[in-house]
């Protein structure tokens, strides 16, 4: 897996890649999730550099992750945690979180490899989930069900 800076806005792209292939393919609901809540202005990153980023990472899970079947690739947390190691800034760790847990409500569904994503971000960078969802809380009046989950869950 290629190295990027600490707290560079590859490191951030990487995160938000991660995110998009946490339940294992690219869905479009999570793609247009970017679009409609801003997420490239909000982390401060470039539409080019998520998108370069994003191919550098597939390449880089090709060579270095688990593929038990065909077509699947499955990520362990050691490397998980490896990746989100990247983003070190506290204010960086929460706009991180809540990209990811948006991506992650943008379909509605929460699968395993989302749900590991998320809590090894929250133990990593020792986040609680409220600390990031309360502005979309406020926007939608009531929390979403991916995040009613998530606190069940995870909490």
């Avoid at 809540?37 to 992750?65: G, K, S």
């Avoid at 929460?110 to 979309?136: F, H, P, Y």
Wanted: charged fraction near 30%.
């Amino acid at each position: 897996m290629r190295h990027y800076t600490t707290d560079s806005a590859e490191a951030m792209s990487r995160v938000v890649a991660l995110a998009l292939l946490a339940d294992g393919a690219l869905d479009h609901s999570e793609l247009e999730s970017l679009k409609s809540r801003q997420m490239h202005d909000r982390l401060r990153i470039a539409p080019e550099t998520l998108d370069r980023v994003m191919h550098e990472f597939c390449n880089d899970l090709l060579q270095c992750a688990r593929a038990p079947n065909i077509g699947q690739i499955e990520l362990d947390r050691e490397l998980i945690d490896q990746l989100l190691d990247d983003i070190r800034s506290p204010e960086m760790q929460k706009d991180a979180l809540g990209a990811i847990v948006d991506i992650v409500n943008a379909d509605g569904c929460l699968n395993g490899g989302e749900a590991i994503l998320i809590s090894e971000a929250m133990n990593l960078w020792g986040l609680e989930l409220k600390q990031v969802s309360r502005t979309e809380v406020r926007q939608a009046q009531r929390p979403s069900r991916v995040i009613e989950m998530l606190h069940d869950g995870l909490s």
